[in-house]
């Protein structure tokens, strides 16, 4: 393999090996939520008894960018809180019984872990984009396997970006390697179809990538989530995180537990001017669904999406194996 193609190759790996980055250029659509909306009352005091009114409050929330990743298709959308210039009705909050729990944070985590800790594989729809280096990566939308143990990961590339490349690794298997079957344009010159493996290690790799293989996936968000509970509630300044409540997302059909954690300054490498994350669960499973990250100037560097949920999986050995990429077999289940 020459060097040309492994360089080639480790790029087009880089947007995917991860579920999630720790977390700078992407001018990304936001949506801003404050405090909820209260409709003007027609009986209220009159202006000279009113309260002095306070400067709006506005939260960022990152918001959705379409799947074709078309950057005229990006429309910065912003819902101020009440009061400020060009103000809108905010979207109501879904009620939920999380919103009158003492530790919502715990509750949520706990749920997570004890809806992980009966999984032994799964599979689901992954849609990522991430700035590496500075530079925006496309929008992928993959067809994702999981097991885990041992650590198992098949990508199938289902989006216009990189459509038809197939990926497989399985910790300490396989020569520990990362093994793709490569999309047309993946190497100049070449079709796709092309056989091609790497360290997870390898310079290339992390080059092209913010995070490694072995943290794809929910279960490393979970124990992500998990330390900033436990940070948070042991009053680390470093972790700052917020329930806002059961909220409607553009990525998903129904209503999700949304948190936002404050990252501040030099709390995390990938982000030194700080930055913040939106964390949102599924009420149902109680896994996460949507990790946003967002740096200190509201540009998104990291984004990952998780829905269409198969579990358990039951996957056999051969979806895993790197003599099977490209083969449709003819049941994936045991």
Known sequence: MTSVL???LAAALGGALAGCASSPARSAAYTRYGAPHVANNASAAPASTA????AP????IPGPVPLDGDPKHRRPTAILADGADGAVTLPPLRPTDLSAADKPLQVLYSKAAAKWASIDDYGCRMRRREVVQGRARPEEVIIAKFRKDPFSVHFEWVGQEGKGREMVYV???HGNLLHTLTAAGDVPLLPGGQRFKVSPDSMLVKAASR???TDAGVGSLIERFGKLVADF???DPRASAKYLGRMKRPEFENHV???????PAGAEPTLPGGGQRLWCFDPGHGLPVLVVTHDHLDREVDFVCFDRFEF?????DEVFHPDYLGKKLITGSR
């Open 211 to 213: 995070s490694s293989i």
């Open 57 to 60: 409050i506005a939260l960022c």
């Open 171 to 173: 910790q300490g298997q």
């Open 312 to 316: 358990p999986g039951r996957y056999l």
């Open 233 to 235: 509630e042991r009053g």
């Open 51 to 54: 309260p002095t009114p306070q």
């Open 257 to 263: 537990d949304v948190v936002v954690q404050k990252i």
């Open 6 to 8: 492994r360089i080639a």
